[in-house]
């Protein structure tokens, strides 16, 4: 049986404790004789400063690169509100997602029949809602040069961040939309701001002429950002697969999440490009770091023990262990176990470790 080498980011703030349930996860496919992991832990954000003075380590990276997949917890908390930008704890993570070259990040959006009522939209709404968001993640202004704030001789500050995409960066990232969606609803939406945006225009034609090209099968539909953002609260089942740039998707992806009822619920993976059959991956949480919960047993493990299914379906092709792992948590939830975020009336408030224990025993019973 292959082994499949792991590197455990905890981080900060909750992400220890919804890591803490996905290692009795990991343990419990050890146990059952369905996979084989070699697990290893590092400090990241906010820790990795406390301990080191930056926010990853050299050696950090060293073991993100050379592990089969990261599964990465959440970073930041007012403790390290004062640290320079540069040594931020969330740099820790851009530096993972661009040295690791995870340019396609996945975010699926699946409203689980059980948690209709959590929403905070109709039930009609949300009920049976499956998309996903194709986020570019390495690219855009998050990284775009030049960055910086720079004190005109008047006195003024000026601040400047650089929106910028290269044909190649936009191909790439709508093909992994394309085929993706193939093998679901066959639909793309492409969101962009081509009414405001140089980027947009680019944007917009470089999709437009790969649809032509490799995959005029999919049905393709243009839609602006904004408009966007409005159609996912409107009637968000129309959509399929979302491909859209970095800072949109970070906007458009908090938004899915809130659909399905919880930012608790919501998984990513975060993919590098195929060389030699293999792609380095990073699996997180969308949620962050939740400091005024953390320490507290009160966190959803969900979204977390989500990203390790997606790791089991897209790193390590055990396809079966991930259907089981999500139909587990499926199933946990259907019997009304809830943490307190997901919590509504006759359900059963539980912590994050009985959360996790929970969905363990499904796991458990469903092998028989
Ligand atoms: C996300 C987060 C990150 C981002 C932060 C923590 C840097 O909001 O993954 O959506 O902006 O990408
Ligand atoms: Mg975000």
Not at 15 to 24: D, H, I, M
Not at 89 to 104: W, Y
Not at 198 to 225: I, N, P, S
Request: net charge negative; charged share 20%.
């Amino acid at each position: 049986m292959a082994t499949h080498k792991i590197l455990l980011l905890p981080g900060d703030g909750i992400g220890p404790e919804v890591a803490a349930e996905v290692s009795k996860v990991l343990a419990w496919f050890t146990r059952a004789g369905i996979a084989q992991f070699e697990t290893e832990t590092d400090l990241v954000g906010g820790a990795a400063i406390d301990a080191h003075g930056v926010p990853l380590s050299e050696a950090a990276m060293d073991r993100a690169k050379a592990a089969d997949a990261v599964l990465f917890g959440a970073v930041g908390g007012p403790k390290w509100a004062g640290v320079g930008y540069a040594k931020r704890p969330e740099a820790g993570l851009l530096r993972l997602r661009k040295d690791l070259g995870l340019f396609a990040n996945l975010r699926p959006a699946i409203c689980y029949p059980a948690l209709a009522e959590a929403s905070a939209l109709k039930r009609e709404l949300v009920e049976g809602l499956d998309i996903v968001i194709v986020r570019e993640l390495t690219g855009g202004v998050y990284f775009g040069e030049p960055k910086e704030i720079v004190t005109l001789e008047d006195g003024q500050k000026r601040a400047v961040d650089t929106q910028v995409y290269t044909t190649g960066e936009i191909e790439r990232i709508a093909a992994v939309a394309f085929d993706l969606a193939r093998k679901r609803r066959n639909k793309v939406a492409s969101a962009e701001k081509h009414n405001v945006m140089k980027t947009g225009v680019l944007w917009k034609e470089t999709v437009t002429r790969l649809h032509a090209e490799q995959y005029a099968d999919v049905g393709l539909e243009h839609v602006l950002a904004d408009n966007c953002a409005m159609q996912l609260v409107r009637n968000p089942k129309q959509y399929d697969v979302l491909v859209t740039d970095n800072l949109f998707g970070d906007i458009l992806s908090d938004v899915a999440a809130m659909l399905t009822g919880s930012l608790g619920m919501l998984p990513s993976a975060s993919l590098g490009a195929v060389e030699n059959g293999t792609r380095r991956a990073l699996y997180e949480p969308v949620h962050g770091s939740a400091p005024d919960i953390a320490g507290q047993n009160l966190a959803n493990p969900i979204a977390m023990i989500g990203s390790l299914a997606m790791a089991l379906r897209y790193s390590f092709g055990l396809l079966e262990a991930a259907d089981q792992l999500e139909s587990a948590i499926t199933r946990t939830l259907a019997s009304g176990t809830r943490t307190r975020d997901i919590a509504g009336p006759g359900t059963n408030a539980v912590g994050t470790t009985e959360m996790g224990d929970a969905i363990v025993r499904e796991l458990q019973a469903q092998a028989g």
